[in-house]
Nanobody, 125 residues
Framework: QVQLVESGGGLVQAGGSLRLSCAAS????????MGWFRQAPGKEREFVAA????????SYADSVKGRFAISRDNAKNTVYLQMNSLKPEDTAVYYC??????????????????WGQGTQVTVSS
């Protein structure tokens, strides 16, 4: 079973930045898509961003476009989420997700087969 290990969450003031990391236990291949979702208290889990390993194509939720950037490091089997200009509404548990065998970037939780444990991001006003 693929294991995803997340790190980088924490407490930051509005306008600040954080970078989340997600390391996969197995080597990534061109057919893998990795993404980030978040879930705030009392809300449904929502798509944030995803990257297709092959070619590096990315997709972002409208709410984070221009502020967040997803990237990958092939050598480290790691995906990152750089979060800038953070807002209190970005406060949530952030989850890393992965799916193998597809080039399609999904925006639904059930598009992904493997999930990290989640890391808390809290943005104070």
């Amino acid at each position: 079973q693929v294991q995803l290990v997340e790190s980088g969450g924490g407490l930051v003031q509005a306008g600040g930045s954080l970078r989340l990391s997600c390391a996969a236990s197995e080597r990534t291949f061109s057919s893998v898509v990795m993404g980030w979702f978040r879930q705030a208290p009392g809300k449904e889990r929502e798509f944030v961003a995803a990257v297709r390993w092959s070619g590096g194509s990315t997709s972002y939720a409208d709410s984070v476009k221009g502020r967040f950037a997803i990237s990958r490091d092939n050598a480290k089997n790691t995906v990152y989420l750089q979060m800038n200009s953070l807002k209190p509404e970005d406060t949530a548990v952030y989850y890393c997700a992965a799916v193998f065998g597809t080039l399609r970037i999904g925006v639904r939780g059930d598009d992904y087969d493997y999930w990290g444990q989640g890391t808390q991001v809290t943005v104070s006003s």
